[in-house]
């Protein structure tokens, strides 16, 4: 497994933008496929994103599309989620997560590593 650690949440006004970060430990990044979740207060967790381990796929929700950009760097082995046009409903505590292997997974059993979170307060 391998240890996550969000950064980059904040307050931001509505229509603004936001990078999150995601640093990893160990030298098997590059086996990861990595995705991007948050929770707001009274709701379960959502997927947000996801992107294959080479970096040259991702997939996100419909809500987000268009908006919001996942990327990876894995000699630095960090993943990222830049956010635009942010809007009140974005308003979460954001995870990263680590799922072995192949493929865009989007379900919060198939990934086997979590971060800590990072809040993102979106404010009107």
């Known amino acids: 497994q391998v240890q996550l650690v969000e950064s980059g949440g904040g307050l931001v006004q509505a229509g603004g933008s936001l990078r999150l970060s995601c640093g990893a430990s160990?030298?098997?990044?590059?086996?990861?496929?990595m995705g991007w979740f948050r929770q707001a207060p009274g709701k379960e967790r959502e997927w947000v994103a996801t992107?294959?381990?080479?970096?040259?796929?991702?997939y996100y929700r419909d809500s987000v599309k268009g908006r919001f950009t996942i990327s990876r760097d894995n000699a630095k082995n960090t993943v990222y989620l830049q956010m635009n046009s942010l809007n009140t409903e974005d308003t979460a505590v954001y995870y990263c997560?680590?799922?072995w292997g192949a493929g865009l997974p989007v379900t919060t059993r198939t990934f086997g590593s979590w971060g800590q979170g990072t809040q993102v307060t979106v404010s009107s």
């Open positions: 160990g030298r098997t990044f590059s086996s990861y496929a």
């Open positions: 992107i294959d381990r080479s970096g040259t796929m991702t």
């Open positions: 997560a680590a799922a």
